[in-house]
Nanobody, 128 residues
Framework: QVQLVESGGGLVQAGGSLRLSCAASGRTFSTDVMGWFRQAPGKEREFVAAISWSGGSASYADSAKGRFTISRDNAKNTVYLQMNSLKPEDTAVYYC?????????????????????WGQGTQVTVSS
């Protein structure tokens, strides 16, 4: 079994920054693709970013490119999402996810319901 615990969410003004963290436990972390998704009220969950097990490959949603950076520290079993230049439309619950059966690029196009494991989510609110 895999446990994912997100932290780092909060309230920030437009143009500000936040760094989300996701701590993984329960099995070998270093071979899993890790990703971030988000879900705004009344909307479907959507892909934000994903990173390969080595950290050498990453993929981003168009809305995240140039503003968000995903990274991971396998020694700490933790994945991060650095979010800069935040906009009110980034307001959502952000979820950490993992799946061993895919790639960073594939996680960006696969149905989110097919992703294996999820954290409980952390709220990010960007005020205008």
């Amino acid at each position: 079994q895999v446990q994912l615990v997100e932290s780092g969410g909060g309230l920030v003004q437009a143009g500000g920054s936040l760094r989300l963290s996701c701590a993984a436990s329960g099995r070998t972390f270093s071979t899993d693709v890790m990703g971030w998704f988000r879900q705004a009220p009344g909307k479907e969950r959507e892909f934000v970013a994903a990173i390969s097990w080595s950290g050498g490959s990453a993929s981003y949603a168009d809305s995240a490119k140039g503003r968000f950076t995903i990274s991971r520290d396998n020694a700490k079993n933790t994945v991060y999402l650095q979010m800069n230049s935040l906009k009110p439309e980034d307001t959502a619950v952000y979820y950490c996810a993992t799946d061993r059966r895919t790639s960073a690029q594939a996680m960006g196009v696969m149905p989110y319901k097919d992703v294996g494991y999820w954290g409980q989510g952390t709220q990010v609110t960007v005020s205008s």
